[in-house]
Structures are given as C-alpha cells and as structure tokens.
C-alpha cells in the first residue's frame, strides 16, 4: 500500500487522514501541535516530528492548512518537507490560496521533480465528515489523474478546472458567494421576522422557491437549533476574502 503523509491536522486534514487510514493506506501525520493529531494516533497514522521527516516516508503528501504563509512554513522553511520529498512524489494540496501561489509552488516543485495538484474543498464540514466534498484540481492533466485514487477516498465530486491557480480561482470565488448568501440569508430571516411570518414556514417556503440556495439550506438551519457553528471560522472567510 502507498505511503501517505498528511500535515495539518485541522478540521480537513484530519478528515482526510481518517478516510485514508480507514482505507488501509499507510498513513503519518504531522501538525504544529502534535495534540491537534492524538486522534489519528489513536487510529492507527504514524507520527513525524518535522514536515521533512514525514516526507521522507513517503510517496504522496495531502496538505491542509490554513493560508498561504502555512504552506510556505510547512514546505519550504526549515525542516520543510518540499526538499525532503523523494523524486516523483506526488504533493496535493487542499489548503484555500491565492490563485498566485499554486502558480509559483508549480515551478519550483517541478525544479525538485515533485507531482504538485492543486485541490481546494468545498461544500462544507458536514459534508466533507460524510466523504461528499467536492475538490477543485488544478495542474497537469496527468498528475491531477494520479491524484483521483486518494481523493477519492473523502470526496464525492472532483472537478478538474484547468492549470496550475484554476482551482484556486474558482474557491475563491466560490467562497465570495457564499459570503453574500450567508449575509442575504441573515437578511431575509430578519425580514420575515419582522413582519411576522411564521419562520419555519417561511424557511420551507424558501427552499422549494426560485431564492434557494446551498447557503440557505446549510446555513440557515444554524439559526433554528442556535449552534451559530458552521465549523468555518471568520478569519478564514476573511482571509479568503482578501485574497479575492
């Protein structure tokens, strides 16, 4: 079975090692907080004490991290693992970015002789726990085809958007959208409140009309059972905002 290295130990990438690990691949993980990884110890991934030993490990590497600076930390830094990755291994890479990076990180993993995929998520966490997320991939057509078996395993959709920074694109842009419904939503709540329509009525009505959407129907649940916890925080969103 392939070795599979995963960094980042967060919401994503501990879905991901879990469905790989569930799989029977061999997995090692690594996080800045060897904590954050207890549970997929507990499951039975390998533990690394830097990213560039767990790349020495390996053959295919998943990240998934919060922004463009932790990639850069965990792959080209000290101890990082982009140097420590054998010849033709295959890096995919789940963390949302700046459509800029994927275009350098293109480059320089082609000067190691390293596959690298672009591959953002989307659809939400709920989803991504059921293994129904859908990924973005960006790259060379023969590499994104080399990195279908594995995201197979905690994906449902995988669409291929073109070259390196595609994928990226089309995330952010996704995720501006889903700012604008989550603030529309917010918006027509507070209006049918106001004027007195019964509002899970009103949220039925919605979702079988012309102005539903996949905010509305993931989203606005939140407010009927008061958690207010889409598991995304609002540093993330903003991040991704910025960069679009």
Not at 28 to 54: F, I, N, Q, Y
Not at 107 to 116: I, Q, S
Request: aromatic share 6%; charged share 20%; glycine share 10%.
């Amino acid at each position: 079975m392939v070795a599979v290295g995963v960094i980042g130990c967060g919401t994503v990438g501990s879905a991901v090692a879990g469905a790989l690990i569930e799989r029977g691949y061999d997995v090692t993980v690594h996080d800045k907080l060897r904590a954050s990884a207890e549970p997929l110890l507990g499951l039975g991934a390998g533990w690394a004490e830097t990213p560039a030993a767990l790349a020495r490990r390996i053959e295919v590497l998943l990240t998934a991290l919060p922004a463009p600076q932790h990639v850069r930390a965990a792959m080209e830094e000290a101890d990082g693992a982009l140097e420590a990755l054998p010849e033709g291994a295959l890096w995919i890479d789940h963390t949302s970015t700046d459509p800029d990076e994927p275009r350098r990180l293109a480059a320089a993993t082609l000067a190691r002789g390293v596959r690298y995929v672009e591959a953002p998520i989307t659809g939400g966490v709920t989803l991504l726990r059921a293994g129904q997320m859908t990924v973005f991939l960006g790259g060379d057509p023969a590499d994104i085809e080399s990195s279908l078996p594995f995201v197979r395993c905690y994906t449902t959709t995988q669409l291929p958007m073109g070259l390196h920074g595609s994928a990226s694109t089309a995330k952010i842009i996704s995720n501006m959208l889903c700012a604008v419904h989550t603030v529309v939503t917010g918006e027509a709540l507070m209006l049918a409140k106001k004027a007195g329509v019964e509002l899970h009525s009103f949220f039925d009505a919605i979702r079988v009309s012309a102005g539903n959407s996949f905010v509305w129907e993931t989203e606005a649940p939140l407010v009927f059972n008061q958690t207010f916890d889409p598991d995304f925080t609002m540093a993330l969103h903003c991040k991704d905002l910025g960069i679009g």
